[in-house]
């Protein structure tokens, strides 16, 4: 027959671990998508940032003030406090569908 504690324990760290890893996925997976390189460029040269991608502007490209080119670690709170404007600013400028997906190399538009 088994001992009973010792399966008990067996259960209690295997969901401890299973907890433990969940964690850990769960923190570093949002930190990947800020300015993560595009995953689908084939030229090494556009990830390095040496080709502008042109911004979608809408039908008003003269509301355009300034244009910044997203860089490696950049985040969309990062550039708008720089700026002094916000984030939802930035989004709709941008037409940007998920705030936590902008990449190295992006043109911002800042208005």
Avoid: W
């Avoid at 993560?36 to 556009?46: E, F, N, R, T, V």
């Avoid at 003030?65 to 002094?84: F, M, P, Q, S, W």
């Amino acid at each position: 027959m088994f001992h009973l504690p010792t399966v008990v324990q067996r259960l209690r760290r295997r969901a401890l671990m299973g907890a433990l890893a969940l964690a850990l996925v769960a923190t570093l997976l949002p930190t990947a998508a800020f300015a993560s390189p595009a995953s689908g460029l084939a030229s090494p040269a556009y990830a390095a940032g040496r080709y502008d991608r042109k911004p979608d502007y809408g039908k008003h490209p003269s509301r355009c003030e300034t244009t910044y080119r997203v860089r490696k670690g950049d985040n969309l709170t990062k550039i708008a406090r720089h700026y002094r404007t916000s984030v939802h600013a930035l989004v709709r400028a941008n037409h940007i569908r998920n705030p936590n997906r902008i990449y190295a190399g992006q043109m911002l538009c800042i208005r």
